[in-house]
Nanobody, 125 residues
């Protein structure tokens, strides 16, 4: 069984930065961050896998967010810079053991088998 623990959410002003952490126990092939904005469905923000396939990002965060896998710590970090109010929401870390592409998993949240409890990010002045 894979267990996921997230941390790093909070309140930040527009233009500010936050770093989310996700520690995963157990073997997985892909790990990603998903956001559930108020009144909206969960969508992929950034995902990274064990394969040579590059990390994938939602268009809305490309160039502002960076996902990084620290293999020695089994931890994935999401560095979020130049935050905007529309980045607000509950951020969930999720993982899967499948063999499909990282991009596909990021676009298909329901396919991810293992989920954390979520951490709230509020970008507001």
């Amino acid at each position: 069984q894979v267990q996921i623990v997230e941390s790093g959410g909070g309140l930040v002003q527009p233009g500010g930065s936050l770093r989310l952490s996700c520690t995963v126990s157990g073997s997985t092939s892909v790990i990603g961050w998903f956001r559930r904005a108020p009144g909206k469905e969960r969508t992929g923000v950034a995902c990274i896998g064990n394969s040579p396939e590059p990390a994938t990002y939602a268009d809305s965060v490309e160039g502002r967010f960076t996902i990084h896998l620290e293999k020695t710590k089994n931890t994935v970090y999401l560095q979020m810079n130049s935050l905007k109010p529309e980045d607000s929401g509950v951020y969930f870390c999720a993982a899967d053991r499948g063999e499909l592409s990282t991009r596909w998993y990021c676009a298909t949240p329901m396919a991810m088998d293992f989920w954390g409890k979520g951490t709230l990010v509020n970008v507001s002045s």
